[in-house]
């Protein structure tokens, strides 16, 4: 798991609100859209049930 690897900044929420500054990027994928705040600490996704809040990864993960 990705979180128990310290490769994660932040946690996900299947259920949570959209927070006030958050602004739609543009990006999206059939019904997800990509929202992001200024502190970018986390994404989030409005999916058609709601929005999700993911982590981002951790600076320099997944690089060799």
Do not use: F, K, Q
């Not at 994660?8 to 609100?17: A, F, W």
């Not at 990006?27 to 409005?46: E, G, P």
């Not at 999700?52 to 690089?63: L, N, Q």
Request: zero cysteines; a positive charge; glycine letters at 14%.
């Amino acid at each position: 798991m990705l979180t128990g690897d310290g490769l994660l900044i932040g946690r996900y929420d299947g259920d949570t609100r959209m927070p006030a500054g958050a602004r739609d990027t543009g990006y999206h994928y059939r019904h997800w859209r990509l929202w992001l705040t200024a502190d970018r600490a986390s994404v989030y996704v409005r999916t058609p049930d709601g929005v999700e809040e993911r982590p981002r990864v951790r600076e320099g993960a997944g690089r060799d």
